[in-house]
Structure formats: C-alpha cells, structure tokens
C-alpha cells in the first residue's frame, strides 16, 4: 500500500500558517486575507483529496516504464538517492521554466500564481492538472532507472520544500541565498513585475540555476525583501 506521508505533514504546515499570520499581526504587515486564504486552502484541499485517488496510477507508470523501458536498474544507496534528489530537481526546473514559456503547461500552472497576497498558504495553490503535467517529466526517472519506490519517496521529500520558500516573514539567508531557493528568491518569482516574473523561471527548488540575475535586480516590487 503506498502512503502519501505528506499528509501527516498537514497538521505541522497548519501549525507554521498560523505562526505566520501571528507573526504579521504583531509586525503591522497584512500578509494574509480572509478571502484570498479561503481560496488558497480550497484549492490544496480539493487537490490533495483528488491526489488520493491518483497517487497509485502515477505509481503505476513509474513501475511500468521501469519494468519495460529502464536502461539501468539502479539499487539503492546513498549516492544512487543523492543522485535521483539531483535529477529530480533538475527535470523541475525544466517542467517550472517551460511551465512559464508554452502556453499549455502555463495553463495548468498559472494557478499558483493567481494569489493576491504571498505567504504559506500560496503553497497549496496546486491543482491535479499540474500534477498530471509534472508526472510526464518524472516519467524520465524509472526510464533513467530509479524504481517506483525511489522515485515517490524522493518526490514526497523534494514536494516539502516549497512550503517553507512561499512566505515573507523570512528574510535574506546569507551564503544560501547562492546555492538554494530561499524565501527571498521566490518573493521575487511570485512579484507582480512581468518582466521579473518571466526572468526569473530558471529557479528550481534545492538547485537554483541562475540566481546570478535575481540577485543582480535591486529594484523593488510587491513581494520583495
């Protein structure tokens, strides 16, 4: 039976919202409103409950391009996980990129960048459609030769991180702000300057590719700090 772990992670994530709407209270910043919250928890939920009817279909296909397609059938170790979070990222970041540059795979993505404000709970605006669209780039794994296993273990571990990278409470993290997506990387994504939201795609969660441009723009924007 395949379990969706992230969904134990749920009460933790309630926990660090409401930490956060505490947090800009007491500072005098609006971060959060009723109505753009109410839409951002809606949006997870509904996509979490369709997530389990789905999770065993995508661990089908894994499992059957692995039987079928694998060129290498690579076993478990630390250097083999190491390497799949690596590959794993790296197909994020051309899923993320062509998710902002073709118009179809914007269509499923846009979603998430449809939030007025910017905090935790824009980390739920994922919708099933963006979840079919990413299995195609994931579907390289087994191919590749990780098994079903691996693929969905590491896939739970790397769709953590964005939850803590969607928040303005967190400022600059010095010498990580050149080798991850922090907090202050992905304010500038989500910011409401077209031409910064357009630059900005070549980010993916642990990797980050091109920060060298981000942190070269000085210029203020909504969601920047």
């Not at 409470?169 to 010498?175: A, C, D, E, P, R």
Request: aromatic share 16%; with cysteine.
């Amino acid at each position: 039976m395949n379990i969706n772990y992230i969904a134990f992670a749920i009460p933790v994530f309630l926990i660090l919202i409401g930490i956060e709407f505490l947090i800009s209270r007491k500072q005098g910043k609006k971060f959060y409103s009723f109505n753009d919250t109410i839409a951002n928890l809606n949006v997870g939920i509904a996509e979490r409950l369709l997530d389990a009817l789905t999770l065993g279909v995508f661990y089908f296909v894994y499992d059957y391009l692995y039987q079928h397609f694998a060129v290498f059938h690579i076993q478990p170790s630390i250097l083999s996980w190491v390497g799949l979070l690596l590959i794993t990222d790296f197909l994020w970041y051309w899923y993320h990129r062509l998710g902002h540059e073709v118009n179809l795979l914007w269509s499923v993505h846009v979603v998430h960048h449809q939030s007025e404000e910017f905090n935790f709970t824009v980390s739920a605006r994922i919708t099933l459609f963006q979840a079919v669209a990413r299995t195609f780039f994931w579907s390289a794994l087994p191919i590749i030769g990780f098994n079903a296993e691996m693929i969905t273990t590491i896939l739970l571990i790397h769709g953590l991180y964005p939850f803590f990278i969607h928040t303005r409470t967190v400022g600059k993290l010095g010498i990580l702000e050149y080798i991850m997506v922090t907090p202050s990387h992905h304010r500038v994504h989500h910011a409401n300057n077209e031409s910064i939201l357009t630059r900005i795609t070549e980010i993916c969660s642990f990797s980050g590719t091109s920060f060298s441009e981000l942190l070269r723009r000085k210029r203020k924007n909504r969601f920047t700090g």
